[in-house]
């Protein structure tokens, strides 16, 4: 082995040591914050998220059924969809469930999945579950054909507009229209004291809200795929959902009650309180520039 070629390995086993010896100093000090409250550093998020992909990619080999776009079997996925799956990934229209609110990673919209994901991916992943997200592996609480029956109805949900889907879920029989509880209802908290809008709490409530998962806003690291429109840019535009317009009070009606405002959006109902959706308003008010530019 010549000289430089011992310096160099000598050189690279140094760095790759003092790299080992900092992270763990810092896991040893506490240094990363693991509140749910607050999301993945980017860099962790997206290697967190690259990491999922690959390895769901490389695992997924089963064979869709012929039939996967049956109708009966979009049916039977919907039911199975409401008891097990809408309380943390949301529906067109429809809210998750506020457990969800504080999953960190978030839950997926799976309106992107069922557009761009083949279908044995999602399989897999419903199947197998994903560790350290929240995400359960169903292989044995459902038999294939029932994974199969979700697979079916993820990949047509992208073609349902909120109205659709709500005629779908009125049509299922009494014991599949509703997801089932998982949790006590819980006593209802004293009303805050109103305040002004503050853009720091704004920006912690619409990441604890799930807004990421279906929007690009700047500064608040979520999901890579989006299903409604980027937030850069928001203060900037004429009018909130092409029909209101754009001003802070504006805004916080259409958050507490998109679907008042247009019967056709996609934005669920959030549940949030006048004060959230000051915060938020206030937080998306800030937002006068398109991200990129």
């Not at 999602?122 to 994974?147: C, H, Q, S």
């Amino acid at each position: 082995m010549t000289l430089r070629l011992r310096t160099l390995l000598i050189g690279l086993l140094s760095v790759l040591l003092a790299g080992f010896v900092a992270g763990a100093l810092l896991i040893y000090m506490g240094f990363y914050d693991i509140s749910a409250l607050r999301q993945h550093t980017k860099p962790v998020f997206h290697l967190l998220d690259f990491a999922m992909s690959r390895a769901v990619e490389v695992r997924a080999d089963a064979r869709p059924p012929a039939d996967l776009h049956d109708e009966g079997r979009v049916h039977g996925g919907l039911a199975l969809f409401r008891r097990h799956c809408l309380r943390c990934h949301g529906a067109p229209g429809v809210s998750p469930d506020a457990l969800a609110f504080g999953l960190t990673p978030a839950p997926a919209n799976l309106l992107h999945a069922g557009r761009s994901w083949p279908p044995d991916e999602i399989f897999w992943i419903v199947r197998n579950g994903v560790k350290m997200t929240g995400m359960p592996g169903w292989a044995y609480r459902l038999t294939d054909e029932e994974i199969w029956n979700l697979v079916a109805f993820v990949k047509a949900m992208p073609g349902l507009t909120t109205r659709a889907y709500a005629e779908l879920a009125a049509g299922l029989p009494q014991a599949d229209a509703s997801p089932s509880p998982l949790v006590s209802a819980q006593p209802a908290q004293p009303a805050r004291a109103m305040r002004p809008g503050d853009a720091h709490a704004g920006r912690q409530a619409t990441q604890n809200h799930l807004c990421a998962t279906c929007h690009l806003i700047p500064g608040i690291v979520g999901a890579n795929q989006h299903v409604g429109p980027p937030l850069g840019g928001i203060a900037g535009r004429a009018f909130i959902a092409g029909v209101l317009p754009n001003t802070p009070e504006n805004m916080v009606r259409f958050l507490r009650d998109p679907q008042a405002i247009d019967p056709l959006s996609a934005m669920p109902d959030l549940g949030l309180d006048e004060q959230d959706a000051r915060d938020i308003a206030a937080f998306l008010a800030t937002l006068d520039q398109v991200q990129g530019k």
